[in-house]
């Protein structure tokens, strides 16, 4: 079902199930032979939300074999690996930023990330995780079933990116005085492109001096090029339909012009670097991803300092 403004999700639905999808492929990352990342929490949490494609591919009963035979648009293994390279930048950023003293982390659309959990929090950590409330509800309540606990002071505030998220989040603790680390993962791409500059925007009224911010940034799409990029999305579900998937990317995202983020982040004050998709994949030890597999190569991962 296509996007609306006021449109809701599980983690079964729509955007959601996206999160249930990264999830998985962290799930498959962790399992591998030469795993480059360790998600323990994947697998389980996955099982949880019960969709039945997701599942078998986070238990290895349905693998990236069973899916990349022919001429596969995706593959499924250059996107698990995609993911984990991803895991691990994201990750890294927050170690980087608790090393260098910050003791607020902010994880925006937090899906079934559970790094509040495995993650080692240096003592006076805050972890902050905002989402949908039933999204956050139900991740709390699977964790705690399976016996986790976090390892850092964890505060989760339930509440819709396009609502007053900066109060909420205010009102739960954070301390806009002190430098904050912010992590945007696989979000801008389910945002439209006024929503993207208000969230980068917000994000920089609430960050002091010392702050960072790490954010994936979304290729973008001309409009000569857009129903091109909907068509392979289309593609990929018409190929993992007769495995369960029924989700279409193609009524998720918005393609639209928008701005580049890195470069809007400058402009805007922040002290950037970016590394495409494709070099965090090499230097994670993986294959990388070609450039003609729906733009994967262009996507680029940022690093900002206030």
Known sequence: MPRTDNDTWDL?????ATATMVAAARAMATNSPDAVINDPFAEPLVRAVGVDFFTKLATGELTAADLDSGSAPVSVQRFADGMAARTRFFDDFFRAATD??????????AGLDARAYRLQWPAGTTV?????PEVIAFKTQALADLGATPTAEHKTVAIDL???WPTALREAGLDTSAPIAWIAEGLLGY???EAQDRLLDQIAELSPAGSRLAVEGVPVISAADQEAARERMQSVTSRWQDHGFDLDFSELTFLGERAEAAGYLREHGWQVEARKAEELIRAAGLTP????EVGFGDVVYITAQR
Not at 12 to 16: E, R, T, W, Y
Not at 289 to 292: A, G, H, K, R, Y
């Open 162 to 164: 396009r609502d007053d």
């Open 289 to 292: 991803v070609e450039d003609d």
């Open 128 to 132: 902050f995780e905002i989402d949908q």
């Open 191 to 193: 945002l439209p492109p």
């Open 12 to 16: 079964a639905s729509s955007v959601g």
């Open 100 to 109: 260098a003293g910050i003791r607020q982390a902010v994880i925006l659309a």
